[in-house]
């Protein structure tokens, strides 16, 4: 499916399907619900340090 074919399904909907369809990919994948909580509420500082523990964490594991 192309994106064109996706905004003009999108463009058709009502506002409550619309509504829906987000509220069902919120629920349905982690990562849109990661990326919608940050487009509602960016907080970089957090993201920043989430980041950088798994950086930390990757070079220098706690289990040696």
Excluded: Q, W
């Amino acid at each position: 499916m192309s994106k064109t074919e996706v905004k003009k399904y999108i463009k058709s909907l009502e506002r409550g399907s619309l509504e829906a369809l987000v509220m069902d990919l919120y629920s349905a994948r982690k990562d849109a619900k990661e990326y919608l909580e940050y487009v509602v509420k960016p907080n970089d500082k957090e993201k920043l340090e989430h980041y950088k523990a798994i950086i930390i964490n990757e070079f220098f594991p706690k289990r040696g």
